[in-house]
Nanobody
């Protein structure tokens, strides 16, 4: 089972990035898919989650609500995180993770699989 996050980069404040998470050999339709981030010397923070099993309920951290949008394409085994109006405090390594259960459990830290992260830097 592999998860691969991509799409990070350097962007100016107010800019946008779209992160992608690709799952290989993983039935993502059964899994909740979440995004986490971790900045240097800071605790891991959950960013967003989208439920599995056909229920596409989405969850967002307060700091990202209204700016970030999570989506998934189970046929393509991908998920995406569209990030708009980026701020310097969004700078972190972002990674995707999945859990065969509800988003609430995933976001509480029960991660079944996670991929390597992608660096997002918001700076002028």
């Amino acid at each position: 089972v592999q998860l691969q996050a991509s799409g990070g980069g350097l962007v100016q404040p107010g800019g946008s990035l779209r992160l992608s998470c690709t799952a290989y050999k993983l039935l993502t339709e059964y899994y909740a898919v979440g995004w986490f981030r971790q900045a240097p010397e800071k605790e891991r923070q959950w960013v967003s989650c989208i439920s599995g099993h056909g229920d596409r309920t989405t969850y967002y951290a307060d700091s990202t609500k209204g700016r970030f949008t999570i989506s998934r394409d189970d046929a393509e085994k991908t998920a995406a995180l569209q990030m708009n109006r980026l701020k310097p405090e969004d700078t972190a390594v972002y990674y995707c993770a999945v859990h065969l259960g509800p988003c609430q459990t995933l976001l509480a830290g029960t991660i079944d699989y996670r991929g390597q992260g992608t660096q997002v830097t918001v700076s002028s």
